[in-house]
């Protein structure tokens, strides 16, 4: 529960910040909360403790005998020695509100596509994002001043992680003078340096900004107007306009009045619907004298938490539904990271032998599964595990792509080259393809792998290694999708990929390897869906080179690793260019695979 309080500052008068409600019975308190020997039941919400008095309902403007302080709750207000007259009990049109906003600040930037404000909802596809929020009132008659506090309830309504407070940080009150610079640049225009020892203070999210034009006391000169974080929970501390009956302080004019600014953090783990509502509580809703300011109304901000976007490599990306069909994604839900490899769980694809609805590494690590020979795979299902397919299946040219969190701790992979370049039909120039036939049947091995930027709008990466003749034995898991290329990575082909364990003999023994994963590449020059069939529309088409040239222009899609064509070694440091371009469109004419293809081992 997150409080905002808004303690009343007289001009010309301090504020303090009491330490009633903290449940404890101070020194210069009779009573506090629960805490109520001295007079059980009867302990008021300012600490002290009350005979039996009348309890104004505000709802109904009626008015109840004999009521201990502690059952006046809600929104009512309590009376030991006063009637309840027509100024002290009546129902109220004032309100309350939690109103989404972009984020503040001249220099911010405006939310990423993930996140649409529709009035009070704000729908966040995928989590880790920062949403601000403004605290607004009405309904207060013009001129009267009133203590106020509500609590934000709602931070832990959704199904996953609850919704957190942005960080502090750290500055200099003495070094760093009004208007601290440094607050306004981190956090925006009305923060400042906060401080309770005067020199060491901190920056920090709440904040009022008091400058401007909406601000609920703009017309009052000497305020003192603030908002933090203490104890857990946030604080604004200002004057508020008081409802009071238009008899005595004019109607309200309808304004609608800025109170505070906070910052809220959805975690990659949150979920479902967040609530965030004000609950007022009546203990602060008194001043002095008979007069009182019930809420008659109180808007809450719904934030819907739904699914982020699995990217072909396994990443959960916080895009529209829009722009994850544009890079060939699912949206999907994100999750926790179990086995901590940067990846949710709802997006990652890992190793569960035994169902349990998480990474075999993970039932080993918490002691759910044994693994007594040591080779990171649940002894209950220890068998040859096969690498895994790349999630919606997509056919390239020149690289082959699996999933290899299914590896053992150190193995390596083997690729056996099954059948190469048999395209059916053959290409529609009438000339002779190239034959690697030679090649069929001998053992490549995966390299080193490597990470290289696959797009710079918006900048996405993905996992490479090579192809090579000698075994590269290493933990495998965290790896992911892992995208392989090579000379001997052709179109219209066949592979066999398997892990490979360290402790095998002959390493080009068949029977040495783990279960296999059957790979096949596309149609030369076919590049994205629909993909070639024998019995289908020949490929490529129009639409694999329009793909091809939008990546050239550094589009998100396709995936670099389908349009990438481009020599006979494709370089992965190089950009997709004109080669790649006229390599599509040599395909398109029906033109054969023009590259030497495999080469031999020293």
């Given at each position: 529960?997150?409080?905002?309080?808004?303690?009343?500052?007289?001009?010309?008068?301090?504020?303090?910040?009491?330490?009633?409600?903290?449940?404890?019975?101070?020194?210069?308190?009779?009573?506090?909360?629960?805490?109520?020997?001295?007079?059980?039941?009867?302990?008021?919400?300012?600490?002290?403790?009350?005979?039996?008095?009348?309890?104004?309902?505000?709802?109904?403007?009626e008015?109840?005998?004999?009521?201990?302080?502690?059952?006046?709750?809600?929104?009512?207000?309590?009376y030991?020695?006063?009637?309840c007259?027509?100024?002290?009990?009546?129902?109220?049109?004032?309100w309350?509100?939690?109103?989404?906003?972009?984020?503040?600040?001249p220099?911010?930037s405006?939310y990423?596509?993930?996140?649409?404000?529709?009035?009070?909802?704000?729908?966040?596809?995928?989590g880790?994002?920062?949403?601000?929020?403004?605290?607004?009132?009405?309904?207060?008659?013009?001129?009267?001043?009133?203590?106020?506090?509500?609590?934000?309830?709602?931070?832990?309504?959704?199904?996953?992680?609850?919704?957190?407070?942005?960080?502090?940080?750290?500055?200099?009150?003495?070094?760093?003078?009004s208007?601290?610079?440094?607050?306004?640049?981190?956090?925006?225009?009305?923060?400042?340096?906060?401080?309770?020892?005067?020199?060491?203070?901190?920056?920090?999210?709440?904040?009022?900004?008091?400058?401007?034009?909406?601000f609920?006391?703009?017309?009052?000169?000497?305020?003192?107007?603030?908002?933090?974080?203490?104890?857990?929970?946030?604080?604004?501390?200002?004057?508020?306009l008081?409802?009071?009956p238009?008899?005595?302080?004019?109607?309200?004019?309808?304004?609608?009045?800025?109170?505070?600014?906070?910052?809220?953090?959805i975690?990659?783990?949150?979920?479902?619907?967040?609530?965030?509502?004000?609950?007022?509580?009546?203990?602060?809703?008194?001043?002095?004298?008979?007069?009182?300011?019930?809420?008659?109304?109180?808007?809450?901000?719904?934030?819907?938490?739904?699914?982020?976007?699995?990217?072909?490599?396994?990443?959960?990306?916080?895009?529209?539904?829009?722009?994850?069909?544009?890079?060939?994604?699912?949206?999907?839900?994100?999750?926790?990271?179990?086995?901590?490899?940067?990846?949710?769980?709802?997006?990652?694809?890992?190793?569960?032998?035994?169902?349990?609805?998480?990474?075999?590494?993970?039932?080993?690590?918490?002691?759910?599964?044994?693994?007594?020979?040591?080779?990171?795979?649940?002894?209950?299902?220890?068998?040859?595990?096969?690498?895994?397919?790349?999630?919606?299946?997509?056919?390239k040219?020149?690289?082959?792509?699996?999933?290899?969190?299914?590896?053992?701790?150190?193995?390596?992979?083997?690729?056996?080259?099954?059948?190469?370049?048999?395209?059916?039909?053959a290409?529609t120039?009438?000339?002779?393809?190239?034959?690697?036939?030679?090649?069929?049947?001998?053992?490549?091995?995966?390299?080193?792998?490597?990470?290289?930027?696959?797009?710079?709008?918006?900048?996405?990466?993905?996992?490479?290694?090579?192809?090579?003749?000698?075994?590269?034995?290493?933990?495998?898991?965290?790896?992911?999708?892992?995208?392989?290329?090579?000379?001997?990575?052709?179109?219209?082909?066949?592979?066999?990929?398997?892990?490979?364990?360290?402790a095998?003999?002959?390493?080009?023994?068949p029977?040495?390897?783990?279960?296999?994963?059957?790979?096949?590449?596309?149609?030369?020059?076919?590049?994205?869906?629909?993909?070639?069939?024998?019995?289908?529309?020949?490929?490529?088409?129009?639409?694999?080179?329009?793909?091809?040239?939008?990546?050239?222009?550094?589009?998100?899609?396709?995936?670099?690793?389908?349009?990438?064509?481009?020599?006979?070694?494709?370089?992965?440091?190089?950009?997709?260019?004109?080669?790649?371009?006229?390599?599509?469109?040599?395909?398109?004419?029906?033109?054969?695979?023009p590259?030497?293809?495999?080469?031999?081992?020293?």
């Amino acid at each position: 529960m997150f409080l905002i309080i808004v303690p009343l500052t007289l001009p010309g008068r301090a504020a303090a910040m009491s330490v009633c409600g903290n449940g404890v019975t101070d020194v210069s308190e009779d009573c506090d909360g629960a805490d109520d020997a001295a007079c059980p039941g009867f302990c008021d919400a300012w600490c002290n403790c009350r005979e039996p008095g009348l309890c104004c309902d505000w709802g109904t403007a009626e008015c109840t005998d004999d009521v201990a302080p502690s059952a006046c709750g809600g929104l009512g207000a309590f009376y030991e020695d006063q009637r309840c007259d027509e100024f002290d009990c009546y129902a109220s049109d004032a309100w309350f509100e939690v109103m989404p906003i972009e984020p503040p600040g001249p220099d911010a930037s405006p939310y990423p596509d993930n996140v649409v404000i529709d009035g009070h909802t704000v729908t966040v596809y995928g989590g880790a994002q920062r949403i601000w929020v403004e605290v607004r009132v009405g309904g207060w008659a013009p001129g009267a001043l009133r203590t106020l506090q509500g609590s934000f309830s709602g931070l832990s309504s959704g199904a996953g992680d609850p919704l957190a407070l942005p960080p502090t940080v750290a500055c200099d009150q003495f070094l760093d003078p009004s208007p601290h610079s440094h607050c306004v640049d981190a956090f925006g225009p009305g923060s400042s340096c906060k401080t309770d020892d005067f020199i060491i203070g901190y920056c920090e999210y709440p904040w009022i900004e008091r400058s401007r034009s909406d601000f609920v006391f703009a017309d009052i000169g000497e305020i003192i107007a603030l908002g933090r974080h203490y104890e857990g929970s946030i604080q604004f501390g200002a004057l508020i306009l008081y409802h009071v009956p238009s008899e005595i302080f004019g109607a309200d004019e309808g304004g609608s009045y800025y109170l505070g600014t906070a910052a809220l953090d959805i975690p990659m783990g949150a979920a479902g619907t967040y609530t965030l509502a004000i609950e007022p509580l009546e203990s602060f809703l008194r001043l002095s004298g008979s007069y009182y300011a019930p809420l008659g109304r109180i808007t809450s901000t719904i934030i819907n938490v739904v699914d982020g976007c699995c990217s072909p490599d396994g990443a959960c990306l916080a895009v529209s539904p829009e722009m994850c069909a544009d890079i060939g994604g699912v949206m999907a839900s994100c999750g926790g990271d179990c086995d901590a490899n940067g990846i949710p769980d709802g997006c990652d694809t890992f190793a569960d032998c035994n169902g349990s609805g998480l990474p075999d590494s993970c039932d080993i690590a918490d002691g759910t599964s044994s693994d007594e020979d040591g080779n990171c795979i649940p002894d209950e299902c220890d068998a040859s595990p096969a690498p895994l397919a790349e999630p919606g299946g997509v056919l390239k040219n020149r690289f082959i792509s699996f999933q290899t969190t299914t590896a053992g701790c150190e193995t390596a992979i083997r690729v056996e080259l099954v059948s190469l370049n048999h395209p059916d039909p053959a290409n529609t120039a009438g000339l002779p393809e190239r034959n690697y036939s030679a090649f069929e049947g001998r053992y490549r091995w995966v390299g080193p792998p490597e990470t290289m930027v696959d797009s710079r709008n918006p900048m996405t990466y993905y996992t490479t290694a090579p192809l090579q003749c000698n075994p590269h034995f290493m933990d495998w898991r965290s790896v992911g999708l892992l995208n392989v290329y090579g000379t001997e990575i052709v179109p219209s082909s066949v592979y066999d990929v398997q892990f490979v364990d360290a402790a095998c003999g002959n390493r080009n023994d068949p029977d040495c390897g783990m279960a296999p994963l059957t790979i096949a590449t596309g149609r030369w020059g076919d590049a994205v869906a629909p993909f070639h069939a024998p019995d289908g529309p020949t490929q490529p088409d129009f639409t694999d080179i329009a793909a091809v040239h939008d990546k050239f222009s550094q589009g998100s899609f396709p995936r670099r690793a389908s349009a990438e064509l481009h020599p006979n070694l494709p370089n992965v440091d190089w950009a997709i260019d004109y080669h790649d371009i006229a390599a599509v469109i040599d395909a398109f004419t029906g033109m054969p695979y023009p590259y030497a293809g495999p080469q031999e081992c020293p």
